[in-house]
Nanobody, 127 residues
Framework: QVQLVESGGGLVQTGGSLRLSCAAS????????MGWFRQTPGKEREFVAA????????YYADSVKGRFTISRDNAKNTVYLQMNSLKSEDTAVYSC????????????????????WGQGTQVTVSS
């Protein structure tokens, strides 16, 4: 079965950096656009970043643009989220997701577009 397993979360001070990883199995990774989303208690899941199937196009929420970088390694079936200049408002559970779509379509920011989800990893930014 399909599994998406996130890692790399933790506690970091304001201004610090973290790199999240999401390892995928049970699917043909290069057939899927990948996204990162985050959620805090009582709030809707929020789009963070997405990358198309071959890594040629990336998309970011305005709140993270210039600070976060999404990338992927199709040989390793892994997508990454490099998070720099972290702020307290970045504190959330971060989840990766996989969306099976044609290469000519851009990656989506909509949660409903994604077929598979990981369990998430906690990121806490302390001031």
């Amino acid at each position: 079965q399909v599994q998406l397993v996130e890692s790399g979360g933790g506690l970091v001070q304001t201004g610090g950096s973290l790199r999240l990883s999401c390892a995928a199995s049970g699917l043909t990774f290069s057939d899927y656009a990948m996204g990162w989303f985050r959620q805090t208690p009582g709030k809707e899941r929020e789009f963070v970043a997405a990358i198309n199937r071959n890594g040629g196009r990336t998309y970011y929420a305005d709140s993270v643009k210039g600070r976060f970088t999404i990338s992927r390694d199709n040989a390793k079936n892994t997508v990454y989220l490099q998070m720099n200049s972290l702020k307290s408002e970045d504190t959330a559970v971060y989840s990766c997701a996989a969306d099976h779509r044609p290469l000519f379509l851009s990656a989506s920011s909509l949660t409903g577009a994604y077929d598979y989800w990981g369990q998430g990893t906690q990121v806490t930014v302390s001031s």
